[in-house]
C-alpha cells in the first residue's frame, strides 16, 4: 500500500506513483522499522528538485524493542529570488521609452541590486521535517561579541550525570544524512551541500529541561559549512518541529543560534565571532545551561551568550545538527541535573 506524506490518503495500486489530489510522490507504508526521510534538495527519495510540494513522512520508532528509534530530519538552505531582475529589465525599458536613458537604467539596476541583498542577509531559511521547503536565502550576516565571556557558578550541583550511547544513533542506510561510529567518535553529516541532517532523541530520553546540556565535537576535515554545526536543545522528539540549536563554525570561528517551527528556521542570535572557538579540525565543547529565567550557552567552558526560553518544546529532548555534507565528529553528549 502506498499513502500521500502530505495529505495521508492511501492507494492499494502499487503502479501509481502520485496523489491523485494533491500530485506529492507517493511513498510505501510498512516494511522497515526504521523510517526514512524525504530526500530534499538541501539536507531530508523520491524527489531531490528543491522546488517539489511538501511531502510529510510518518514517524515510526527505530526499533521494537524498548529502546525507541531516535527522530531525524535533513533540510535544505534556501536561494534568494531573482524577480528583481525582471523587475529591472522592465523598469529599464520604461526608462529608455521615456527618454530617461541608459544612465538611468544603470541606476535602477544598482538600487534593485542592493535592496535584494539586504533582503537576503535578513531571510531565514525555511526548513521542515517531512516536506520539500520553498526556497530563501539564510541569513549570513556578522557581528562580533559585544561582551567578556564569563564563567558561571550557577547549578554547580547539578551531578547526574546521564551519557547518551551515540551508537545507538547510527543508521545503517539513510538516503539524506550518513551516521557511523569511529572509535569514539559519532560521525554525522549531511550527503549534499545545502542542507543540514538532524537527529534528535525519542520521546521521554534525554530531556534538556533543567539541565545542562554539553557535547565535544570536531569538524574532520575543517570543512566549510555556512549553517554551521553542533547541539539541538528543548527540541519536539519529531526534529525541526519545535526547538533550539546551538551551532557554531570552526573554520570561521563564530557561532549562532536558531529555533524551529514547523517548515521554518529562525533566528535567535545570528553569527558572532568568538575567539573561545577553537579553529579548524580541533576540538570544541559546546554547553547549554537551562536555568529558571535564561538559557546560558557555552563555549569551551566561557559563557559566550544567554537566552530566554521562549520557543523551547516542553519536556524537549536533545539532537545534534549538521550542515552543508561537512563531516562531523560528535562525543561525550551528556545531560546533567
Known sequence: MKICPRCQK??????????????????QTGGSSMPDTVMMNQPRPTQSTPTMPSQPIPQQGWNTGQQPQQQYSMQPAKKSSKMWIWVVLILGAVVVLCGGGFAALVLIGMNAENVASNTASTTNNKSSTSSTPEKKTSSNSSTSSSSTPTTSSSNTDRTDVE????????????????????????????????????????????????????????????????????????????????????????????????????????????????????????????????????????????????IKNVYGYKGGVVGLYSGDAAKIAFKKLEIRK
Open 163 to 306: 551519557k547518551v550511547d551515540l551508537s545507538e544513533w547510527v543508521r545503517e542506510f539513510s538516503a539524506y544524512g550518513s551516521t557511523e561510529m569511529s572509535g569514539e567518535d559519532f560521525l554525522m553529516a549531511s550527503k549534499q551541500k545545502g542542507f543540514y541532517y538532524v537527529l534528535a532523541a525519542p520521546a521521554d530520553t534525554y530531556q534538556t529541561e533543567g539541565a545542562n546540556t554539553s557535547v565535544t565535537l570536531r569538524n574532520v576535515d575543517s570543512a566549510d559549512s555556512r549553517l554551521g554545526y553542533g547541539v539541538v536543545f528543548h527540541s519536539n522528539p519529531t526534529p525541526l518541529q519545535q526547538g533550539y540549536a546551538f551551532l557554531i563554525d570552526s573554520k570561521k570561528k563564530k557561532y549562532r543560534v536558531v529555533h524551529h517551527s514547523p517548515s521554518k528556521e529562525d533566528t535567535v542570535v545570528t553569527w558572532t565571532k568568538s575567539d573561545l572557538i577553537k579553529d579548524g579540525s580541533q576540538e570544541n565543547t559546546l554547553e547549554v545551561r537551562d536555568l529558571t529565567d535564561k538559557i546560558e550557552l557555552y563555549i569551551n567552558g566561557e559563557m559566550v551568550t544567554s
Open 10 to 27: 492511501t492507494y492499494t495500486d502499487e503502479n501509481l506513483n502520485f496523489c491523485l489530489d494533491d500530485g506529492s510522490v507517493l511513498t
